[in-house]
C-alpha cells in the first residue's frame, strides 16, 4: 500500500473542472462522479501497483461509470496523480507533466 498521495496542480484543475461540468449538466452527478474517482484513488493508493502501464513510470486506471480515465506515477511509495483524463480527450497530453 502506498504512503501517500497528491495531485498534481493540473491534475486538481481538472477534477474539479470535471466536477463542475457533471453538477451543472445535474443535481448530484457531480457527487457521484467525486465518489467514483474517490473509489479509484482509494483502489490506487491500496494497490499502486495493480494498473497496467500506460507510458514509462505511468499507470492508469479507469474511473468507474465516467469516460475519464487516472493516470498516476509511484516514486519512492508517492502516488502522484498527474491527470484525470476525459477519454476523448488527445492521448498522452499529460505526459510533461510530474
Avoid: C
Avoid at 486538481?12 to 466536477?19: I, K, S, V
Avoid at 474517482?37 to 482509494?42: D, G, Q, T, Y
Avoid at 514509462?56 to 519512492?76: C, E, K, L, N, W
Amino acid at each position: 500500500m502506498s504512503d501517500s498521495l497528491r495531485l498534481h496542480p493540473a491534475a486538481q484543475r481538472e477534477l474539479d473542472e470535471a466536477t463542475a461540468y457533471y453538477d451543472a449538466k445535474s443535481v448530484g452527478l457531480g457527487a457521484a462522479f467525486i465518489n467514483e474517482v474517490e473509489h479509484a484513488l482509494r483502489q490506487i493508493r491500496a494497490f499502486p501497483e495493480a494498473a497496467p502501464v500506460a507510458s514509462g513510470p505511468v499507470r492508469t486506471t479507469v474511473v468507474p461509470a465516467f469516460p475519464y480515465s487516472v493516470h498516476y506515477s509511484v516514486i519512492d511509495g508517492v502516488v502522484t496523480v498527474l491527470a484525470l483524463a476525459h477519454h476523448r480527450r488527445r492521448p498522452f497530453y499529460w505526459r510533461g507533466r510530474q
